[in-house]
């Protein structure tokens, strides 16, 4: 075979097989076309009550930077929102999303947070809050990350982060989750964040009072 064929037949190679990972990556992404069920579950998560069980939503909803929203590919599929507890004062900040997997599952606080003013305290750790769902007449378990950061100036200024990924069903906090969720075209994120307050712990209160109804506003994703 001459010199020119085997040219030929390797930008071929080159051609095809970039034309592959395209198309694999625009169906993995929806890039092209939302994914069958994605705009109905958008629809439905922006309906989430601004009331949740002793949680008042604080002001008006808040919208994500314009770089956060393209590189997640979430518009119009996620709400940025702050409640507070009518009893305690405690406030927290509540995000989530749904959208194309392999862009919402991977990016995490201890990727989008810290910086010069906040170092992370220590490693994450696994968190299970059990919920009992009206649909259903046992609990069944959500499991989240934890990871906390502090000040570098002000040490007892914390700010504790809670995150996990569904399809639609439980909250699922894992390892791997661009393995985990991979067969599933969209998912859905949440992350909620707040300062610590001495020996509560505001997040964990929110989640328990208000995850039954989170789940409400869920739909099983494809």
Known sequence: MSKSSQLIIGIVVIIFTTFCMTVYSGMQTGRWSPFKGLLEA???LRDLPKEINGWDAVGEDQTLDNDT?????IQDGYIARSYRNSTTQ???HLVLMVGPTGRVVV??????FGGKDYQKEDNRVSVTIPVVL???????DDTFWRVD?????????????????????SWIATENPRSAF??????????????SDGEEDNVKKFLQD?????????RETL
Do not use: W
């Open 90 to 92: 405690a406030v927290v």
């Open 134 to 140: 009206q649909d259903k007449p046992t609990e069944s």
């Open 149 to 169: 950061f502090v000040n570098r100036g002000l040490k007892r200024d914390k700010i504790s982060f809670y995150y996990s990924v569904s399809l639609g069903k």
């Open 107 to 112: 990016h995490t606080p201890e990727i989008c």
């Open 42 to 44: 958008r629809a439905v």
């Open 69 to 73: 929203i393209t590189m997640l590919q």
């Open 210 to 218: 208000c995850l039954p109804t989170i789940h409400e506003f869920l």
């Open 182 to 195: 991979q067969y599933s075209r969209y998912a859905y994120k949440i992350q909620i964040q707040s300062l």
